[in-house]
């Protein structure tokens, strides 16, 4: 078993905790941090935005999986008066489908296409992993869901003509951009009308 006292995640924040407890000088300006935290979330937008236009996409194609993350959205607004970040990231079934949805269609490529062959099934490494895994992975994956939650408590989605099954990507960089994604929305009841959220 393995001691859990003292035990620490290995991230980045804790590669510069470790620097500061070893006393090592490290000057940081004002501007260093100021571009850090513009990066952070300017880093965010595209790969945020493609991760919704992929999940709405599923959702219109698969219709259980759509009326299953409604009615868990729906009780939620039924039995919460608020709806916080904890509501949010405590939902189950909203959150396997954000994983799959990255899974299935993660908006950052991982592989070369000389090791596609090498690709394990059920590999799962959307933000990365170990120290240099993405630094705005809570905040990423907050912004998502609640997005989801929002929009789906107020519209659903179906497949039209015009919906390219399966979609056309374009590879920008490192990011993979839908180039479009046509769908349906339809407007539906919301299950309560009490919350803030539906009110805006």
């Not at 608020?82 to 299935?104: C, Q, S």
């Not at 809570?138 to 039209?160: G, N, P, Y």
Request: glycine content about 4%; hydrophobic content about 50%.
């Amino acid at each position: 078993m393995v001691p859990v006292l003292n035990a620490c995640a290995w991230d980045t924040v804790q590669s510069f905790c470790d620097v500061a407890a070893k006393g090592v000088p490290y000057d940081v300006k004002q501007d260093q941090i100021l571009a850090q935290a513009v990066l952070f979330f300017l880093a965010g937008v595209d790969t945020s935005a493609n991760t919704l236009a992929m999940s709405a996409y599923h959702l219109a194609l698969n219709q259980d999986v759509q009326a299953r993350l409604v009615e868990e959205i729906d009780q939620v607004l039924l039995t919460h008066k608020d709806i916080t970040l904890d509501v949010v990231m405590g939902l189950p079934y909203l959150d396997a489908f954000v994983m799959e949805v990255l899974r299935i269609s993660g908006p950052v490529t991982m592989f070369l296409g000389d090791n596609r062959k090498l690709i394990q099934p059920f590999t799962y490494l959307p933000f990365g992993e170990g120290p240099r895994q993405c630094v705005g992975m809570k905040f990423a994956l907050f912004k998502v869901k609640f997005c989801l939650f929002h929009v789906l408590s107020k519209i659903s989605f179906q497949v039209c003509p015009e919906t390219d099954i399966p979609p056309t990507h374009q590879p920008v960089i490192l990011v993979m951009i839908p180039e479009t994604v046509t769908l349906k929305v339809t407007r539906r009841k919301p299950a309560a009308v009490h919350c803030a959220l539906l009110s805006e």
